[in-house]
């Protein structure tokens, strides 16, 4: 499904006096079955971005184009749910995205919303749950009384539920431990590679990122100041100076290029990394 937005801009109350300007002239191309990278500093637009891929605001100026739907400001758009039907968002607080007082009827919410086609809705939310590293012993459970990390997991679950073609998460680790991070990372890697599912991850979490992301647009200031896939982009020598470090492993790589000119070649995985240095100090 096509992602597009082309000079969009966005200010928030614009015709009040305490307007605020979150994008300006942006345009995105998202990459089609692969997972997306939306990182920058805490205000730099990203949420935003997210809100008008799955039109819960219309662009102030520009236009949008999600699959079908053209989103601009003085259009209505028709079939609204048909486009949440397959541009499923997972808001950055879980608590705004319930509506009901157990995972069990969160869960099937969008099923019976969307008007889902399933003879067994019981399997498919416990299978939305296992795909999120929790059991069925959570189904009868308030989902405002979970801890923040299981919040972020049932919000999650519920959106996989209902099978969308894209998937938009509005950053998903805040809240959960270093596992559920790790497990999330296997799930979305699962979900692009068996299912061909195309995935936006908004995030100021870098080294979460690098671990899972194929391309990357860094947002500052409600600009897109650097794209490219993650090689480009986390190596970049101006990516501190939009509010952005780069993950630790390739900050590592390039200090030893400076400080013993030794190359280590481009690594996201720890143990690749730890093998290079052991056959340099060799």
């Known amino acids: 499904m096509e992602i597009k937005l082309e000079n969009v801009g966005y200010i928030y109350n ?10 300006k002239d ?10 997306n990278g939306i ?37 209505k758009i028709k079939n609204i749910n048909d486009l949440r039907f397959n541009v499923g ?63 972020r997991k049932i919000a999650i679950a519920s959106i996989l539920s209902f099978n969308p073609n894209v998937l938009i998460l509005d950053e998903p680790t805040i809240g959960l431990d270093n596992k559920s ?15 061909n599912k195309t995935i936006i991850v908004i995030s100021h979490d ?7 992301v194929d391309y990357v647009f860094v947002i500052n200031d409600g600009k897109v100041v650097l794209e490219g ?22 900050e590592f790589s390039m200090k030893v290029l400076e400080k013993k000119n030794i190359r280590m070649g481009y690594r996201d995985d720890i143990n690749d990394l730890m093998k290079d240095v052991y056959r340099n100090v060799k």
């Not at 219309?58 to 259009?75: D, H, I, N, Q, Y």
């Not at 896939?229 to 390739?250: D, G, H, M, Q, R």
């Open 229 to 250: 896939n993650k090689y480009e982009v986390f190596t970049n020598p101006n990516l501190a100076s939009y509010k952005v470090k780069p993950p630790k492993i390739i």
């Open 39 to 75: 990182v920058g500093p805490s205000g730099s637009g990203k949420t935003t971005i997210a809100e008008i891929m799955n039109a819960l605001i219309l662009p102030t100026s520009g236009k949008a184009k999600v699959g079908e739907f053209l989103l601009e400001r003085k259009v």
């Open 14 to 23: 614009d015709k009040t006096p305490l307007k605020k300007v979150a994008l």
């Open 26 to 35: 942006i345009d995105i191309e998202i990459k089609e079955g692969m997972i």
């Open 181 to 195: 991070k790790q497990d999330l990372i296997r799930l979305f890697k699962l979900l692009k590679k068996r299912y």
């Open 206 to 212: 870098v080294e979460f990122l690098h671990l899972m």
């Open 89 to 151: 968002l997972v808001f950055q607080f879980p608590e705004e995205q319930f509506f009901n007082t157990s995972v069990r009827k969160e869960l099937s919410f969008a099923l019976k919303r969307f008007k889902y086609k399933t003879n067994n809705i019981e399997k498919h939310i416990s299978d939305a749950l296992k795909m999120v590293g929790l059991d069925d012993s959570y189904l009868d459970r308030d989902p405002f009384l979970l801890s923040n990390g299981e919040k």
